[in-house]
């Protein structure tokens, strides 16, 4: 291994035998039978990747990629069932935090156990238990037994001596989003200082924002096997894809016939000719994670039938890249005959603020009368400046019956939007201010 190399993963694949029936895994176990019952699931195929010292590597990829397989496989959980891993150095690993706590034992008596676990003296542990308990911030309750801890105290300790141990190589899957928005930022401070410090980090996280802003190169996984490898906004780009259902292997973008958008994309100007859907045959809705609790209503004369959110290159996506162009759209049809239908759009904070939105009233895109039977697409297309995090998005088609408002159908909190940034500044919206230093006098 050489020198330069923090770690090496050379052609790994961990297998798993399943089985249809329980019977079946029994007859195997005593060898009851000649022929194998099991049939075999390749949780990672044929996997291989370094990672040098000093680097921060992302990993990448839907559900069931094999993400947490490999990471498990580096420190030493799993066994690989062919290949091998290469480690040059101390490894701390953020997995599932508390996994080795003893619900019996008080916070301090978990702390000396971890510390022990991980292969350090108790003199060790005592020089470190200062920043243990600062960082964990808990108070006396170190003292009480961890079965009395809320979850957030839980999380806080176990992170605390995690983190605390100044690894060389230190490995994250998803363990920085644990706590209050307090510690939240306390955790990503000390993964910055790591990073500064040119500790080798893996990171494993669903928040592309994370990951584009930390990372130095990203490994995507798909289906347990190395799809692609490159810098962050390469590999989300192609995420983004394979969320979707595309291969990025093939057409950059889904064609007319698989009922997405259409190819070319979108910069300011309309990609599509008035009156005509850029949608065909598929839901728009059946590419997204509809909110179980949304908070529907209103008497349904005019209903919202399908909605999306589309990326700059028009592919239906919840992610989208801060500083691109994005389109939210909606169908509505109507049952009965409308006057001045009025179609809304609004983004809120996860705690239920409204960040921005607007409607077809203020945007004076009048429809003086939808009659029943018709149908209706609309767009609204903008400039993605709000800051990198999580919002909800709602829409609603409104107007005016009888001279009194009401609400034909509201969809609140409907669907997720996640904002992928690398740069943020404060509050909710980026100004995009164009900054200059200039130094006055002197030599």
């Not at 291989?48 to 680097?55: A, W």
């Not at 079965?147 to 605390?164: D, E, P, Q, T």
């Not at 945007?363 to 149908?375: M, R």
Request: hydrophobic residues 35%.
């Amino acid at each position: 291994m050489q020198d330069n190399k923090a770690i090496e993963v050379q052609h790994v694949s961990k297998v798993y035998k399943l089985y249809d029936r329980n019977k079946d895994r029994l007859i195997d176990a005593f060898h009851l039978s000649r022929t194998p019952k099991g049939h075999p699931h390749y949780a990672l195929r044929d996997l291989s990747f370094d990672v040098k010292k000093g680097e921060c590597i992302g990993i990448i990829g839907t559900n069931g990629a094999g993400k947490s397989t490999i990471l498990k496989i580096i420190t030493g959980v799993l066994s690989p069932t062919e290949g091998q891993v290469n480690i040059n150095g101390r490894i701390s690993a953020l997995l599932e935090l508390g996994a080795g706590f003893n619900q019996e034992y008080t916070g301090m008596e978990n702390i000396y156990l971890n510390g022990t676990m991980m292969g350090f003296s108790r003199q060790e542990i005592d020089e470190k238990l200062p920043d243990i308990l600062s960082f964990a911030d808990i108070g006396d309750f170190v003292n009480q037994p961890v079965k009395s801890y809320s979850s957030g105290m839980f999380v806080r300790l176990a992170f605390a001596v995690a983190i605390n141990i100044e690894p060389e190589i230190l490995i994250v899957d998803e363990a920085l989003s644990v706590g209050d928005v307090f510690f939240q930022s306390k955790c990503y401070q000390k993964f910055m200082d790591f990073k500064e410090q040119g500790k080798t980090i893996l990171f494993v996280s669903h928040d592309l924002g994370s990951i584009s802003r930390y990372c130095d190169r990203v490994v995507l996984l798909n289906k347990g096997q190395k799809y692609a490898e490159g810098t962050p906004k390469e590999m989300v780009d192609l995420y983004k894809k394979l969320l979707v259902g595309a291969d990025p292997a093939e057409n950059a973008t889904i064609n007319d016939e698989d009922g997405a958008l259409n190819e070319e994309n979108f910069s300011g100007e309309n990609t599509t000719k008035e009156g005509e859907s850029f949608l065909t045959d598929k839901t728009w809705k059946s590419n997204f994670t509809i909110n179980p609790n949304i908070n529907e209503y209103g008497d349904k004369e005019a209903e919202i039938v399908d909605f999306g959110i589309f990326d700059e290159n028009n592919l239906p996506s919840s992610n989208i890249e801060k500083g691109t162009r994005f389109k939210v759209a909606y169908k509505v049809k109507f049952h009965r005959d409308i006057q001045m239908p009025i179609f809304t759009l609004t983004i809120k904070t996860l705690q239920g603020v409204d960040v921005t939105g607007t409607n077809t009233m203020y945007e004076k895109k009048d429809v003086p009368l939808a009659k029943a039977g018709e149908e209706y697409e609309i767009s609204f297309e903008q400039q993605m400046n709000l800051q990198g995090g999580e919002y909800l998005l709602s829409m609603s088609c409104t107007g005016y019956k009888d001279g009194e408002f009401t609400a034909y159908h509201r969809l609140y909190d409907v669907l997720n939007l996640t904002v992928i940034s690398s740069k943020n500044t404060v509050g909710f919206f980026d100004m995009n201010s164009q900054v200059e230093v200039r130094k006055l006098g002197g030599e």
